[in-house]
């Protein structure tokens, strides 16, 4: 009963550093997405997925990028991280359907980036 | 486009009083709307959804929701406020439902519960 799950929890990085955050869901979800939290601004999408091979930008891309290779894995990459991208990410994934079904989110990864 | 206005960043409460998280929603065809609540160090749950059935949308841990259109608000209540309650909570619109929905969150209400 793992549902979505993050990691690392808690990492820091240096300027130009690279990483990626990992999330995998065990519920044969199609849809996947990324979102990061700022304090006093709420969630914010940058990356999301509808399907193994599909990946569409959010309101926030830049300076990160995805790729989905299997149903079930939705990594994000940092190539060069930046002060800027300092936050909590939450992945989070649901059912495609013809109704609108709830998001299922992960624990969050804490980054910061010095 | 869509958006959503939470008014007020932190609301405190008394233990038994009546919780009002106040949410207003900005969308161009009917929307989709939802309460996400987040407790400490935790993802998001969803708390309830509404989808242009009942406009009194009734969700888990006693809370529920009003669409009200004429004031374009789905305001969160709860009569009698627990401990259990203290936690973020986030207010979404999707101005689409189906497979192709893409949820948009208010800036989050942080709510405090006194005993």
């Known amino acids: 009963n793992a549902g979505v799950t993050q990691t690392p929890k808690f990492q820091v990085l240096k300027t130009g550093q690279s990483m990626t955050l990992q999330c995998a869901q065990d519920?044969?979800?199609?849809?996947m997405s990324w979102y990061r939290q700022d304090p006093g601004m709420g969630l914010r999408l940058i990356h999301y997925s509808v399907g193994a091979g599909i990946t569409d930008q959010g309101e926030v891309p830049n300076g990160y990028n995805v790729s989905r290779s299997t149903t079930e894995d939705f990594p994000l990459r940092l190539l060069s991280a930046a002060p800027s991208q300092t936050s909590v990410y939450f992945c989070?994934?649901?059912?495609?359907?013809?109704?609108?079904?709830?998001?299922?989110f992960g624990s969050g990864t804490q980054l910061s980036v010095l | 486009a869509q958006s959503v206005t939470q008014l007020g960043s932190h609301v405190s409460v008394s233990e038994g009083a009546l919780v009002l998280l106040r949410c207003n929603y900005s969308?161009?065809?009917?929307?989709?709307l939802f309460w996400y609540v987040q407790y400490p160090n935790q993802g998001l749950q969803l708390l309830l959804k509404?989808?242009?059935?009942?406009?009194l949308v009734k969700g888990i841990n006693g809370f529920e929701a009003e669409f009200k259109k004429s004031e374009t608000s789905f305001h969160l209540t709860k009569p009698s406020a627990h401990m259990s309650d203290a936690a973020e909570y986030f207010c979404?619109?999707?101005?689409?439902?189906?497979?192709?929905?893409?949820?948009?969150f208010g800036k989050g209400t942080l709510l405090t519960v006194n005993p």
């Open positions: 989070a994934s649901r059912r495609q359907g013809i109704t609108v079904e709830k998001l299922f």
């Open positions: 969308s161009s065809v009917p929307p989709y």
């Open positions: 979404a619109v999707s101005n689409s439902g189906g497979s192709n929905y893409k949820l948009t």
């Open positions: 519920m044969n979800h199609e849809y």
């Open positions: 509404y989808t242009s059935a009942a406009t």
